[in-house]
Structures are given as structure tokens and as C-alpha cells.
């Protein structure tokens, strides 16, 4: 299992990613599952990925051999719209899902595997696309301008109650790291070293991009404190009056 999410707000975009792939008693491995890609003064993309770590890899491998082949019909540095993109990586994905579809089906496995792609072409908006196993894809909207791929549930919450478009870069970065932290604390096939990356809107460049480990300094700090603050905050709900709902 893993967990990514992207989040849209005014001065650009964050995106976040775990880096767990398997998690069992006497065995934990790591992958980063997020990719960037640059163009120089054309447009700048990010990548995330979720379900067969296979699958996710050979759509990454499969979009770097597009870009190294001149003869390729298509490849991430063209289109004029991002949506074209995400449309040919969810056919790279389909593809790739059909080559093992024989050999999976007999081990009862999955091949699937969801991507969230994000970044702007010069001139246009910043965008991000959920692009589902089926290779299909949806964009995050203005009432909901985050999307979330992998174990999702442990970590909406803080997104319903702070993202908004009006949030800096800074706080969207700081709102994802909390529920990238929320869901590791509820499920062990979420873990760290979590990676974190800011593309600002109209700078076409590789976004800023750190990457924090269970031991780094900033993030237990962060932890430290969220959990405080939330401790100071349900100290200060106000009691129920029992005697008034036992009467």
C-alpha cells in the first residue's frame, strides 16, 4: 500500500508521497514513488504512483524510453494540454496491465496501478489528473482541489479542514506532511522517508523537492507539535452536561 496526494491552490502546486512498498513483520521495503520531469521554458511535470510497484515502474521506464526515441508517436514533452499527457500515460498503464494480464490472473494478483500527474505548460494553468487503473482520469475541482491515490482515508481529514485556494505553498506543504504523518500513524503500509515538492505557479523549473526521513529534525518537530496541539485542543472542547440529557 502506499499513500500520494497533490493539492492546487493559488500560488501553485504540492505534491506528497510515503515510500513504503511492503510492510510485514521481518520485512519493510522503500521505493520513492514520486518523479519529476523539467522542459525547459516549456513545462514542468510531477508524477506519483500507487498499487504495483511493476506496473508504476514500467510506466516510468516506459515514458523515458519515449522520451530517448525519436520515432515515438508521443511523449510527455508534447501535447499542448497537460490532459493529453495524462491520457497517454493511463494507455502506457493499460498497455502494460494487459502484457501480464495471463500470467497475474493464474497467481490471483493485481497489476493495477493509479498515478496522480501534475505540473503546467508554459502559458496554461497549473493542473493535476487522477489517472485511475482503468486509464481514465478525473482533475481536482475548485470545491475539492486536492486528489489522493492509495491508502486515502486516514489522511482526508485534515485536508477538508484546511486546504482551501487561499493557502500558501508553505502551509499546503505543511497541511500535507500532517497527513502523510496521520496515515502512518494509522497503518503501517504507509511509512516514511515521506518526499515533499513545491512548484510555484508560473516558474518553469525543477519544483523544490526535500525529503524527510522518520529521524529528521523538522519532521519529528512537526510531529511533536501537531500532536500536542491536538492534545491542547480536545482539553479545551467544552464538557457535555450529563445531567441534562439523564433527566
Not at 65 to 84: K, V
Not at 107 to 119: H, Q, R, V
Not at 197 to 226: E, G, R, T
Request: hydrophobic share 40%; net charge negative.
Amino acid at each position: 500500500m502506499t499513500y500520494c496526494l497533490a493539492i492546487s491552490v493559488d500560488d501553485g502546486l504540492v505534491f506528497a508521497s510515503d515510500s513504503r512498498t511492503n510492510a510485514g513483520v521481518d520485512y519493510v521495503a522503500t521505493y520513492s514513488k514520486m518523479t519529476r520531469f523539467v522542459f525547459d521554458n516549456n513545462r514542468v511535470l510531477v508524477l506519483l504512483t500507487s498499487g504495483s510497484l511493476a506496473t508504476s515502474q514500467a510506466v516510468v521506464n516506459g515514458i523515458k524510453r519515449d522520451l530517448n526515441d525519436p520515432n515515438a508517436e508521443f511523449d510527455i514533452s508534447q501535447g499542448q494540454y497537460l490532459h493529453e499527457v495524462a491520457q497517454y500515460i493511463g494507455k502506457l498503464s493499460q498497455s502494460e496491465q494487459r502484457l501480464h494480464a495471463k500470467a497475474i490472473e493464474k497467481s490471483n494478483a493485481s497489476t493495477e496501478s493509479s498515478f496522480i500527474l501534475g505540473g503546467q505548460i508554459e502559458g496554461q494553468a497549473c493542473e493535476i489528473f487522477l489517472i485511475y487503473p482503468q486509464g481514465n482520469f478525473i482533475s481536482a475541482s475548485a470545491e475539492t482541489p486536492y486528489l489522493q491515490i492509495g491508502e486515502s482515508k486516514y489522511g482526508k481529514p485534515i485536508l477538508d479542514r484546511i486546504i482551501s485556494a487561499e493557502l500558501s505553498l508553505s502551509d499546503a506543504a505543511r497541511c500535507a506532511a500532517i497527513s502523510l504523518d496521520s496515515t502512518m500513524r494509522s497503518n503501517v503500509s504507509v511509512g516514511p522517508p515521506i518526499e515533499l515538492a513545491l512548484h510555484k505557479k508560473d516558474v518553469i523549473q525543477d519544483p523544490a523537492h526535500i525529503v524527510l526521513s522518520a529521524n529528521s529534525s523538522d519532521f519529528q518537530s512537526l510531529q511533536n507539535q501537531w500532536n500536542e496541539g491536538m492534545k491542547s485542543a480536545f482539553n479545551q472542547l467544552p464538557r457535555l452536561d450529563w445531567d441534562k440529557y439523564n433527566a
